[in-house]
C-alpha cells in the first residue's frame, strides 16, 4: 500500500480589510496572509477499489460535504477507476477559528492525491480546482505566505518576518456567512497597494462586528493586549499577537482564560506542506 503523511497548516490574516461588495453577493478584500508552522495532519492510504474514504474522530466532520472529500472527489474524475483512498484526519486546529483549518486539508489533500495518483497536475492547475472549493484553498497549494486581493485568489508572494505568534481561540462559534451578510459590516476600506502595504494602518474590519455580536471575543482581545498588541484572523473567532520570543509568548499562554484554548506558532514563508511532498514520507 502507498502511503503518505502531509501537514496542513494554519495561517494568520494580518489584516483584513473588505474594500467593496461584488455583483455576484461576494466581497472584494485585500489582506495579508502569514502561514503557520502548526496546523492538521493527514494520512493518506492509496487503495484499488477506487473509493474514497475519510476518519476522523470527530464524528461531524465525517460528512459528504467535508472539504477533504470534496477535493479529492475533484481529483477522482480524473484518475484511473481502480484508484481510490483512504484518509485520516487527525484534527488539531480549532474548527471554525478563522485559521483556514478546512481550506488547508483540502489544499494538502489535492497536493497529496495529484502525487500519489500520479495525475501530473501543475500548481496553477490545481489552484484552479482549489478555488472552486474556497478562496483561502489556493493559498495553501501553493504554500506560500503572500498578499492577496480579489475574493482572497488573487495572490502575491511575500516574505515577512518569521515571527512567533500566541494564537487564542474563545470558546465560540463565528459563522462567516452570517458576518459577511450582515449590514453592520465595513465594506468601503480604501484600497492599499503593496508599495504602501507597509505603511499603511493594519486593521480586520470584521473584527468590531464580532465584538459587538460575540462579546467573548471582545473579552479575550481585552485580555491579550495586556501582553502584546492583538486582532482577530479572518472572521474569527480566533485573536492573535506577535511575541519577540517563545517564552514570552508562553508567558501570556500560562495564563489562558478559562474559556479559551490557544498554541503558539512560528509564522513561516513557504509551508511544510511543499518540504513534505519531497520527504521520505512518501513511501511504497
Known sequence: MTTLTLPAVAKLNLFLHITGRRPDGYHNLQTLFQLLD?????????TTDGKVSLTCDIAEL????????RAANLLKGLARPEQGCHIVLDKRLPMGGGLG?????????????NKL??????????ASLALTLGADVPLFVHGYSAFAEG????????????????VVTPDCHVSTA?????????RNSP???LDTLYSSPWRNDCQPLVEQLKPIVALTLQWLVEYAPCRMTGTGASVFAEFPDAASAQHAL?????????????GVNQSPVLTALTDTEFTN
Open 101 to 113: 483549518g478546512g481550506s488547508s486539508d483540502a489544499a494538502t489533500t489535492l497536493l497529496a492525491l
Open 151 to 166: 475574493v482572497g485568489e488573487k495572490l502575491t508572494p511575500v516574505i515577512l518576518p518569521e515571527a512567533t505568534y500566541l
Open 38 to 46: 502548526v496546523g492538521d495532519l493527514l494520512h493518506f492510504n492509496v
Open 254 to 266: 500560562a495564563d489562558l482564560p478559562a474559556a479559551c484554548r490557544g498554541f503558539i506558532a512560528k
Open 178 to 186: 452570517e458576518i459577511f451578510q450582515h449590514p453592520d459590516l465595513t
Open 117 to 126: 495518483w500520479t495525475l501530473g497536475l501543475s500548481r496553477e492547475q490545481l
Open 62 to 69: 465525517q460528512t459528504a460535504d467535508n472539504l477533504i472529500l
Open 191 to 193: 484600497s492599499i497597494s
